[in-house]
């Protein structure tokens, strides 16, 4: 197989893209980005750190590596402007990207542009690794009530609505109300919040959803074992993720998890 | 003038009433709605306290009172039908609201109506006090720039929306970046986020509007000197709201705040 460039933001993600790389004998190459990536990525792993400005250093280690393919791996916060200290070729980069006030989808198109015009080509993560992605169906012994699914259809109202809008990916909604929508602060925060506004009565969900019409090789949503600690941190019973787009990082972990708590997972396409 | 029922949810509000029916020697009597109500407000005034289920007793109480208006004054949040204890009167009408899962609105509205029902008008608070709305134009001594004008373009789109699906009223926008939306944790909890997720660059903005087609009579978005509290020690420098339905508490002081803190405050109707 053609060798791996892995870009890694933050998470777990980029050590899940890692341990599949080793387990199939893939040769990898990773670029971890500061300060997103976690230092344990990078233990044992070849790699160069770099800013997300320094697109010259990035591509020059990838070309002297030998990589072919590049994934995104883990989360990146779309930085300000003035945030970036490039190099010559980040400065280029960055001043198409500020021509003009731009979503984050269009932020990430520019970029898959940028690389594949090098002659790299951009794979998702779930094209790495397919069995990666939630299908269809309700995971583990818990099942959503009908009233549940209720709420989950007013979940996914807002968060897709919120995706159009290009703000974010999920929200936790309790008995028709929704308590947090998620912004910059990223969905362990938002769920983080959900101790304190939750109500008695049938207790919250949350729903994330990839942003309609989102890129499939960047940022999809993610859940994992860190995601199922704040959903029973905050007394949230119950998960909703959509069909073919999201990541289930540490699957057997996680069902466990909610398994335990009594937190159902359920996921649908959501047409 | 008649004399004046105020229901009194959280916040300044209910004082601010109060203040303004003593200096215009207007009659009133308080219903103090538990948890929400600040015991401040009950001192040395004429008043019941009660918990929203308390329908008969509150109505009893406004009769003998002779109370012929009602306005509702300050916050009150959406209680989850467990946790009302109704009497008799409370429990048929909570029956008439749990007949389907609404929205805050139709709640109101089915309050207003019942309220009114009973021979007694629901006025606003912008009607008992016209002055205590924001006008069109900049407040202050810092106007908002042309960059600021296409940020709180983007942040009105996004709180009409969630307004539109009645989850808030207020959102926090940065450089075009949606860095934190409203939902129950309230507009000062919703500020408090944005130390830790503002970037460097041109400051945030917070933006609050009203839900579109809200009802004038409860629950208009209120700017006070608490919010300006929040704005400053958050590094968020203005503040837009809309003309005709914002209700601006203790304007002087909140003024000179943002003066002092180069915060601008912008209003207009956004059509």
């Known amino acids: ?92 980069l960055m001043t198409k990207l500020a021509i003009k006030r731009m979503s984050d989808d269009n932020v990430f198109r520019i970029l898959i542009n940028e690389i594949e015009a090098r002659g790299y080509k951009v794979v998702g993560a779930h094209e790495v690794m397919p069995h990666v992605l939630f299908e269809q169906g309700s995971y583990g012994s818990v099942k959503p009530s009908k009233s549940d699914m209720a709420d989950i259809q007013k979940g996914v109202k807002v968060a897709k609505t919120m995706g159009e809008l290009d703000v974010g990916q999920s929200c936790v909604v309790q008995e028709g109300i929704i308590l947090a929508v998620e912004a910059r602060e990223g969905t362990d925060n938002m769920i983080d919040r959900v101790a304190a506004l939750k109500r008695t009565g049938r207790p919250p969900i949350l729903v994330k959803i990839k942003k309609p019409g989102q890129d499939m090789r960047v940022d999809l949503p993610t859940i994992g074992p860190k995601t199922m600690e704040y959903l ?26 909610a398994n335990e708590a009594k937190i159902f997972i359920f996921c649908s396409d959501f047409e």
Chains 1, 2 share one sequence.
């Open 1 to 92: 197989m053609d060798k791996l460039g892995i870009i890694a933001g933050n998470g777990t993600m980029p050590q899940e893209v890692i341990a599949h790389c080793k387990s199939t004998n893939r040769d990898f190459f990773m670029v971890g980005l500061e300060p997103y990536v976690l230092p344990e990525t990078l233990h044992d792993t070849p790699h160069i750190s770099a800013k997300i400005g320094e697109i010259g250093r990035i591509f020059k280690h990838f070309h002297l590596n030998g990589v072919i393919e590049i994934v995104f791996a883990g989360g990146i916060q779309r930085p300000s402007l003035k945030e970036l200290i490039p190099d010559l070729e980040g400065l280029k």
């Open 232 to 257: 029973i941190k905050n007394g949230v019973k119950g998960l909703a993720v959509e069909a073919g787009s999201t990541i289930f990082l540490e699957k057997e972990k996680v069902l466990k998890m």
